[in-house]
């Protein structure tokens, strides 16, 4: 029995555009009724969210039972984090702060086993074997990853072609908030030169072929990114959602 297909990866390399929500919340109840809300995917944030690998297991579980797909975003690009959360069972990861194409590479390893990278071999022990259930897991598991790296950096965007290019890199996802702060323009995702770097990003990434992500919160945005290339859309987050509609409830309150 060969691992799970990675459904989100084959819209992706179709070029299917894949809007989904950022969890931040840590919740396993809030990832159950976002995975059923109807978005194609669901992203758990173990960058600013406070989520540990057991908060992650718990919302892993959650959307299992729900038609969206789940995703991971670790802290960092370290391979010990990569391959704790893989061993979960996530087949489509983010990695934040990639700058370098020796970075890519180094990430691009740890999350492929011995043939393709360097992921340690403890599957047999793990959710993502159905704890030793998928026989076929360590050959096959390979094939069903996703890995996006984040440019979010000047040092990024001017080695996007290197980047992009990097064996084992799928998809490249522009973090609009850090690459604005990093260009000098902190809260200004409109400057025109931070927009320009953008276009540059998706315009490379377009060449060589790989699959483009962001996240916006604004739904005027959301077809302009789409228009851009965009095929894995972030469309707002958890907290952000609950903090809007409480405050737009209270305000209606009597």
């Known amino acids: 029995m060969p691992a799970p297909i990675n459904a989100l990866k084959s819209a992706l390399e179709k070029g299917d555009v894949q809007s989904g929500v950022w969890l931040t919340m840590a919740n396993g109840a809030v990832a159950e009724i976002a995975g059923k809300a109807g978005f194609d995917w669901c992203l758990i944030d173990a960058e600013h969210g406070p989520n540990t690998l057991t908060s992650i297991a718990a919302q892993l579980q959650a959307l299992a039972g729900t038609p969206a797909h789940a995703a991971v975003r670790v802290p960092m690009g370290e391979g010990w984090m990569l391959k704790q959360v893989l061993d979960l069972g996530v087949q489509t990861i983010v990695v934040p702060m990639v700058n370098t194409p020796e970075q890519a590479a180094q990430v691009a390893a740890a999350v492929r086993y011995p043939g393709a990278g360097s992921r340690g071999m403890g599957a047999v022990l793990a959710r993502a074997s159905g704890y030793g259930e998928i026989v076929d897991y360590v050959s096959s598991a390979n094939d069903q990853i996703f890995l996006f790296v984040q440019i979010e950096s000047a040092e990024a965007v001017a080695n996007v072609d290197a980047i992009a290019a990097t064996p084992g890199v799928d998809g490249v996802f522009v973090g ?46 959301f077809q302009s990114q789409i228009d851009r290339g965009v095929t894995f859309l972030g469309v707002g987050g958890d907290s952000f959602v609950l903090h809007t509609g409480l405050k737009a409830l209270a305000a209606k309150a009597p």
């Open 176 to 221: 609009p908030a850090d690459l604005s702060a990093d260009m000098g323009f902190v809260g200004q995702y409109d400057a025109p030169e931070v927009l320009a770097a953008i276009d540059h990003v998706y315009a490379r990434a377009k060449v060589a072929g790989k699959a483009i992500g962001t996240i916006v919160f604004d739904e005027s945005d």
